[in-house]
């Protein structure tokens, strides 16, 4: 069976061939989601983007899947834990998926200030509307 190593954990773990490196993840507990991505994520589908990783040596890993490549392009060393599937010894770095947790954690606070400032919005503006047509709401 190959052994994956996670590299900024320092854990090793044995899973069959075939397995996708997220599988080898979760089966020694390490965590291929940064922030909230956690959370938000396609569960393995390839469709969110969420779990980035870099795998070396890449000729130990599946050839990169259609999401991949549309996400990546092609030629990339960016893989995703989800769509990478294991054919031997690998060692992986999952900092990209870390960094870009990071990333959503800052987005998801500025949407959440702009849905604040917008139900506000609304409000000043319903308020004047009644305001304006002589039905003060207060
Ligand atoms: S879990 Fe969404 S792309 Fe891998």
């Known amino acids: 069976m190959p052994t994956v190593t996670f ?3 320092n ?3 044995e899973v069959p061939e075939g397995a996708t490196l997220r599988k080898a993840a979760n089966k020694a507990g390490v965590s291929v989601y940064g922030g909230p991505n956690k959370l938000l994520n396609c569960r393995g ?3 969110c983007g969420s779990d980035k990783i870099t795998v070396t040596p890449d000729t130990c890993v599946s050839k990169p899947s259609f999401f991949e490549k549309l996400q990546f392009g092609e030629g990339t060393k960016t893989r995703l834990a989800c769509q990478a599937k294991i054919t ?3 060692i992986v770095n999952t900092a990209l998926a870390m960094e870009y947790g ?3 954690r800052e987005n998801l606070k500025f949407v959440a200030l702009a849905g604040v400032f917008g139900i506000l919005t609304l409000g000043a503006v319903v308020f004047m ?3 304006m047509v002589g039905k003060p709401l207060f």
């Open 7 to 9: 590299q900024n954990e």
């Open 11 to 13: 854990i090793k773990v």
């Open 45 to 47: 589908f390839g469709l």
């Open 88 to 90: 031997g010894d690998v």
């Open 102 to 104: 990071e990333e959503m």
């Open 129 to 131: 509307v009644f305001e």
